[in-house]
């Protein structure tokens, strides 16, 4: 952690914000802090964790969620594979704007059943323009419409991933398989990284998610898909605890056309570095010196 404490980081914030930013930057800490349990407060950083620790943290949090949501979950901490680099490519020519991608984001992460969120904004576009203030994301006509393509957009997995770097807490950082992740227990809910993202990737929890028993997916993990609480960041993760055991993302399962491509950018023989090689491939806000490791692309 580099001897970054939140006692320290709070302080530098409150120094450089003011006291009447500060306080409204913090105002969702505020609320829900008054719920955590002294474990929970105590709690250190997922970096610094022991097995032992880690073990204790999942059956903690398994027994918090079978209370709150009355749901038996299994919670892992999964860690990234050694010589994996994880990339996604979308091909624009075949996708139609279903939003069954959105969708299926929605029940695989546990999102907030109220608002219907989800980590992935599907834009439908004036065909020959990429001007992304002019997509429209609450279309409700039949798809695809003439004159339109869609463009859906998630975390970018930047190499370059600006959010990380004004984390005051270092909550959020990148992993050795390219997936930038974040300690939703070490969060403080300034939603700093929120405001860096230039993809709108980040969403904020403003009250505790309402998700009926018989829809949790039990199938989580400590830095995806467990039910995240009230007041903290969260993003999509490439669905990091179906990916890192081999599986593909629950968003490309979903596609009915095809268009979603996933897979290891160091394997020279996978499907992602086929289309690296052989498409008209671009990134989105290239200019911004990123790097994303989301890749889109149009068929001849």
Known sequence: MGGVSRRGALKGLGATLGLAAFAKALAPLQEFAADMSV?????????ELTPEAMKDVLGRLERETHAQYGAKVHIQDVRPQPGVKFGYALNLSVCIGCRKCQEACHVENNHDRDTNNS???????????????????????????????????????????????????????????????VDYNWCIGCRYCE?????????FNWKTPTVPAAEVNPHQS???????????????????????????PA???????GARVFGNLLDPDSEIRWVLANKRVFVLKEELGTRPSFFYFFDE
């Open 39 to 47: 474990d929970e407060f105590l709690q250190k950083h997922y970096r």
């Open 119 to 181: 980590y992935i904004r599907v834009l439908e576009m004036d065909q020959g323009t990429l001007d992304l203030a002019k997509g429209v994301v609450d279309y409700d006509h039949a798809v695809p419409a003439p004159g339109k393509f869609y463009l859906p957009i998630q975390c970018q997995q930047c190499d370059n991933p600006p959010c990380v770097k004004v984390c005051p807490v270092e909550a959020t950082w990148k992993e050795e398989d390219g997936l930038v992740v």
């Open 195 to 203: 405001a860096a993202c230039p993809y709108h990737a980040r969403r």
């Open 222 to 248: 400590y830095l995806s898909n467990r039910i995240r609480p009230k007041g903290v960041m969260e993003k999509c993760t490439f669905c990091l605890h179906r990916t890192r055991k081999g599986r593909l």
């Open 251 to 257: 968003c490309l399962e979903a596609c009915p056309t």
